[in-house]
């Protein structure tokens, strides 16, 4: 079955500087990968995927993840936050053998201080 | 991208009564989607994974009987909370996968019970 661990719970930043909320995952198989963001009292939008070809996936709002096969991961990154980027944001996977129900992480919880 | 539309966004019910959502797929077929429960400040949880025109597979620890759950139709699943009590007060949020194992969320439904 697969899992996501993500490694952060709090990730507190100053604005303008560089951010990276880490993701690793376990799946026997072929995996997709996501990243999702959430603001307080509202759904999930999606910020990125991975489903298959180049590893280095562009997403909205200046992210960015790489997909690490060797190393079973899926960071994301920003090289600049803003103070809007404030949010929790949950890593998940899925694959084929789960019928390709989505797992989610435990959240980080991103703070961007002025 | 493909859109799941989910209804209502929000539902306030007396203690004792039942609730149904509906998870709608609009513009592609789901023989499959998944139906999530999210705490304040926790991450997403599966409920189950409702298959067209059979049972749904529930997770370990979700009450069958409590949480019904009917896929009569490729574009409809519904969440039916019976007896609904303060506890079940939760946010509620359904997804369909496609063919190519991409995954798209509903808006959610935040139930409270009173």
């Known amino acids: 079955a697969q899992s996501v661990t993500q490694l952060d719970s709090q990730v507190p930043v100053f604005e303008e500087a560089p951010v990276e909320l880490r993701c690793n995952y376990s799946s026997s198989v072929s995996v997709y990968l996501f990243w999702y963001v959430q603001y307080p009292n509202q759904g999930l939008q999606l910020l990125l995927k991975?489903?298959?070809?180049?590893?280095l996936v562009k997403g909205i709002n200046g992210f960015e993840a790489e997909f690490n096969k060797s190393q079973t991961s899926f960071h994301l990154r920003k090289p600049s936050v803003h103070i809007s980027d404030t949010a929790e944001y949950f890593c998940?996977?899925?694959?084929?053998?789960?019928?390709?129900?989505?797992?989610f992480g435990a959240g980080t919880r991103l703070f961007v201080k002025a | 991208g493909a859109v799941v539309s989910q209804h209502p966004s929000w539902v306030i019910c007396k203690s004792g009564t039942s609730v149904k959502i509906e998870c709608r797929s609009l513009?592609?077929?789901?023989?499959?989607m998944f139906w999530y429960r999210q705490f304040p400040k926790q991450s997403l949880m599966l409920m189950a994974t409702s298959n067209e025109g059979s049972k749904a597979t529930y997770e370990q620890g979700v009450e069958k009987d409590k949480f019904l759950i009917n896929h009569a139709s490729l574009t409809l699943s519904t969440l039916t909370v019976t007896s609904a009590h303060p506890e079940d007060s939760s946010f509620y949020i359904c997804s369909a996968s496609s063919d190519s194992g991409d995954a798209f969320f509903g808006q959610g439904t935040r139930l409270t019970v009173v």
């Open positions: 998940a996977v899925s694959d084929e053998t789960g019928g390709f129900k989505t797992i």
């Open positions: 513009d592609f077929q789901a023989t499959t």
């Open positions: 991975y489903l298959s070809g180049s590893t």
